[in-house]
């Protein structure tokens, strides 16, 4: 791809996610962290209803009555995009690969956290760290992410999301947003689930974990194509399949709504917050109403 092919597919997708926030998105993505903030903004006689944990002991002593500090609550976030590019993100069976899906997605996200004036990170992933870039605004950082998001090459192929969160529970020093995007085909079975769970219960303790699970049409149901050779893009493993058997593709079909029944179990017990989204379908609707859930929580 040349430099001119780049900047082409780069503003391309600006264009795109500049619609969709302006039309959809603007402001609608909430941390579930209303934290106080580091602002002080008055001090008042105590009412019922407020956090009796914002008292201000001294004056209250003083003046024989209770008085409370309030904050003005932090507006300024760190939204982090957590991007699995692994060989198994390269496959689309329609228009577009799980990859390019997760770009959409996560310059949506990007473009919406710099309308509201938050900083916006990237991390790109595989089974190791494959390129970091800490928080910052401003467009041409966001431009700088896409970019990368689209042209980056990853040396390894296989996909290991406890490293991934590991490296972030490790470099994220404030409250974050994170959202990992991925396509959990290698995340679950054995020992594995523990292990991803386990770190995703641990980020999410401390951060605003958002898992985004990527997927497409044609690994949930086999066509009647005959013979079939299936390769595991991450391991190499070939598997030969007669996929104009109806068993061969009804057992295709239930391992995978076995595989997926686990995966939403898992989140659940670790309580986070999960969307589905599939490569044939339009992602925006799904982001807007979670999000307006997620506001409707928060005024709860």
């Not at 919406?112 to 970091?132: I, N, P, T």
């Not at 409250?175 to 219960?201: K, M, N």
Request: glycine fraction near 6%; include cysteine; proline fraction near 3%.
């Amino acid at each position: 791809m040349t430099l001119s092919d780049i900047l082409a597919s780069v503003r391309r997708v600006e264009v795109r996610t500049n619609r969709l926030v302006n039309d959809m998105m603007v402001g609608a993505y909430l941390s579930r962290f209303k934290g106080r903030g580091m602002d002080f903004e008055e001090l008042r006689e105590y009412m019922p209803g407020d956090d009796v944990r914002n008292i201000d002991w001294n004056v209250t002593n003083r003046m024989g009555r209770p008085f409370v500090k309030r904050y003005r609550e932090e507006r300024e976030l760190s939204v982090v995009l957590a991007v699995d590019v692994s060989a198994s993100s390269a496959f689309g069976s329609l228009r577009r690969t799980k990859r390019e899906f997760a770009v959409e997605i996560a310059a949506t996200l990007a473009v919406s956290a710099a309308r509201s004036s938050d900083k916006v990170a990237l991390l790109l992933f595989s089974d190791q760290m494959e390129l970091y870039i800490p928080p910052r605004k401003g467009r041409r950082h966001i431009l700088r992410i896409v970019r990368e998001m689209l042209t980056f090459e990853p040396k390894h192929r296989g996909t290991s999301i406890p490293t991934a969160m590991t490296f972030l529970n490790h470099v994220l020093r404030r409250r974050a947003i994170v959202f990992l995007l991925t396509d959990f085909l290698h995340s679950f079975g054995e020992s594995a689930s523990r292990d991803v769970i386990q770190e995703l219960g641990l980020i999410n303790a401390h951060h605003d974990l958002v898992c985004l699970h990527l997927h497409d049409p044609r690994e949930s149901e086999l066509p009647n194509a005959g013979l079939l050779t299936v390769e595991d893009a991450e391991t190499g493993e070939l598997l030969e399949l007669d996929s104009g058997r109806t068993g061969v593709r009804e057992q295709f079909a239930r391992t995978n709504a076995e595989r997926l029944g686990e995966l939403d179990r898992a989140f659940n017990r670790a309580g986070v917050d999960t969307l589905s989204f599939s490569t044939a379908d339009n992602f925006a609707p799904v982001l807007q109403h979670f999000f307006e859930t997620r506001r409707g929580r928060r005024r709860g």
